[in-house]
């Protein structure tokens, strides 16, 4: 969202230049395989970090057997990677959804120009791998991260038996923006149709985000939705729900350990019901459909059975979808309000009493001096994503209020010095309070920290709170291993500086009560920058840092924000 708005404001969008990692899809997917199991394998051999910086084109014969929407599901994982952005060579199914949602004419378009929207002959990459579609298997990766992969079945059952993960599943929710396409939703409702066949019913809650309200009213118009709702199923509004934490769970259930599945992007600890004890699997939609009918996280549809009310033993036949709707799409209710076509006239005006919005501030210009004994808020140990950062869930309310939102800043981090999660020193007082608390003391005195991760910093959601929280509350820098891209340009948008040790190994070094100098700012393209601490005894280290800021991405650090030089521009054209 942010690069979009600096493209739409005449601003050139920036990026490192990429690696390409190719990935030749041979063979073609069927019985219980889906698309989503192409990804969670790619993960699987990337991991989360694996994709960082690089172009993934997915390319060779059997990438033209998957649907426009099932490559979808695909690309929109490839965050999951760190991928800077992931491609599919344009083909006939392409055009095909093309045409039935309206837009023949950049199919036709598309058409004239085909041989340029796909890869040269004996193009070179710079990773290759090759999986062959015909012999993948139904997948199930987790908890707590999308590479975490398993076969569903006996393996996922075995690797719950040794980490204590409950196999009893206490939810399963499809869709989102992942995989809620009409082919995902056909082919789910073609295993309810059995199921209802059987007499068989959901053993646990089953929960339906469809991916937009086209795809809502099409399923509803052809009977979808009624035969998802015949087994049990829940059908919820157009939205995110359930996958950044909007929904309700009784406090019975997330209070203690439990396992939930979904065909979401992501399952990191708490992100999906704000809940330490919700072990979180992400795999198809047709293996959340299976597990929800057998209440198992085990169990594997290929070969398991399922008991009916009638003590007869159930197979499933694998799932058949529909790519697209035969009658077209409906595009159900239109809700778009049109701005006004002067907008001279219109005055944004906020009570001071909301505690949902807030007019933002412009945050200050950098003051020209190096920054110097910088207290350490925080210091991550292990996995510190986005929702790590900025929690979602019950908090998306405030998103339109910065000062209150940032009552969930770290409040996920697990520290690095004692394992608490969410609590850490303040160098005010010497006492131990909760990461938010202590951002708001350091903000309301005046005091600049910075904060340090681990590696692949920043992971997850795209979510600029999780930038703009810390340059709110008086942050300056954070130092990591290593940074996930979005998240890293995001800090570079609100004034920070994402800095990468140079050594991995200078992270062991800093102490809690350290103070930290960040010397010879602004940064230099291509050039380190020198950090130096400070330990209790007052004894010095030395350590350097490297980072990725192009000449303009300076040109933001030094007006505080790119949203400053926006303003500026805007306002110079006006």
């Known amino acids: 969202g942010a690069d979009a708005v600096d493209v739409m404001t005449g601003f050139p969008w920036n990026g490192r230049w990429p690696k390409v990692i ?9 019985g219980w395989s889906s698309p989503k199991d192409v990804i969670l394998e790619v993960a699987r051999q990337l991991t989360v970090e694996g994709g960082t910086g690089a172009i993934v084109e ?31 060579a344009y083909d006939s199914n392409m055009a095909d959804y093309l045409r039935s949602t309206g837009r023949a004419d950049i199919a036709d378009a598309a058409d004239a120009v085909a041989s340029d929207l796909r890869p040269d002959d004996g193009a070179s990459y710079d990773q290759l791998i090759e ?46 923006c992942t995989n809620s396409s009409y082919e995902d939703l056909t082919r789910a409702a073609s295993i309810a149709r059995q199921a209802a066949a059987n007499g068989l019913t959901c053993k646990v809650d089953l929960l339906i985000t469809p991916g937009s309200e086209q795809t809502r009213a099409t399923i509803e118009r052809d009977g979808i939705l009624a035969d998802l709702e015949a087994v049990g199923a829940t059908v919820l509004a157009n939205a995110c729900g359930p ?12 209070s ?47 070969t398991d059975t399922i008991i009916a009310p009638d003590g007869t033993e159930v197979s499933l036949d694998a799932p058949v979808g529909e790519v697209l709707p035969a009658d077209g799409y409906d595009p159900g209710e239109d809700t778009f309000t049109a701005p006004p076509a002067d907008p001279s006239g219109v005055s944004v005006e906020v009570a ?15 003051d020209g001096n190096d920054y110097d004994g910088l ?86 959601s795209s979510r600029e709170h999780a930038a703009m929280e810390p340059r709110f509350r008086n942050g300056v820098a954070v130092i990591a291993r290593s940074f996930a891209r979005i998240h890293e340009t995001n800090l570079k948008k609100q004034g920070m500086l994402p800095l990468t040790f140079a050594d991995p190994d200078s992270y062991d070094v800093i102490g809690e009560e350290d103070r930290l100098a960040i010397v010879n700012l602004p940064p230099v393209p291509g050039e380190k920058v020198r ?44």
């Open 58 to 88: 997915y390319h060779g014969p059997g990438a033209d057997s998957i649907s426009a929407t099932g490559k979808a599901t695909i690309c929109n994982m490839g965050a999951e990677i760190g991928a800077t952005t992931s491609v599919f």
């Open 131 to 176: 999986i062959n579609l015909s012999d993948l298997r139904p997948m199930i990766n987790g908890p707590h991260s999308p590479d975490r992969a398993h076969r569903t079945g006996a393996e996922v059952g075995e690797a719950a038996t040794e980490n204590g993960w409950p196999l009893d599943v206490s939810a399963a929710l499809i869709g989102s």
């Open 256 to 302: 203690v350990p439990n396992t939930i599945v979904n065909s979401f992007n992501r399952n990191f600890p708490k992100r999906n019901d704000g809940s330490p004890n919700t072990f979180s699997f992400v795999t198809s939609p047709d293996t959340v459909m299976a597990i929800a009918l057998s209440g198992r996280l085990d169990f594997d549809p290929i």
């Open 375 to 460: 207290p350490v808020l925080m210091k991550a140990q292990g996995k510190c994503t986005t929702d790590h950062i900025s929690a979602a869930g019950p908090w998306l309310k405030y998103r339109g209020h910065l000062e209150n939102i940032s009552g969930n800043l770290f409040a996920g981090a697990v520290n690095a010095f004692d394992d608490a999660v969410g609590v850490g020193f303040d160098t005010t007082d010497g006492n131990r309070r909760t990461y938010p608390e202590i951002a708001r003391r350091y903000h309301e005195a005046d005091i600049q920290w910075v904060a340090v991760g681990d590696r692949n910093y920043g992971e997850g």
């Open 22 to 30: 190719g990935i030749r899809l041979t063979g073609s997917l069927s």
């Open 531 to 574: 950090c130096v601490g400070t330990r209790p005894d007052g004894s010095t280290y030395e350590f350097e840092t490297t980072h990725t800021f192009s000449p303009e991405q300076v040109e933001w650090f030094i007006a505080g924000s790119a949203l400053n030089i926006v303003r500026a521009k805007v306002a110079a054209e006006s």
């Open 243 to 254: 996958c950044i934490g909007q929904w309700s769970r009784p406090e019975e259930v997330t």
């Open 352 to 366: 001071p009493t909301s505690d949902r919005l807030q007019l933002l501030e412009p945050f200050t210009a950098w």
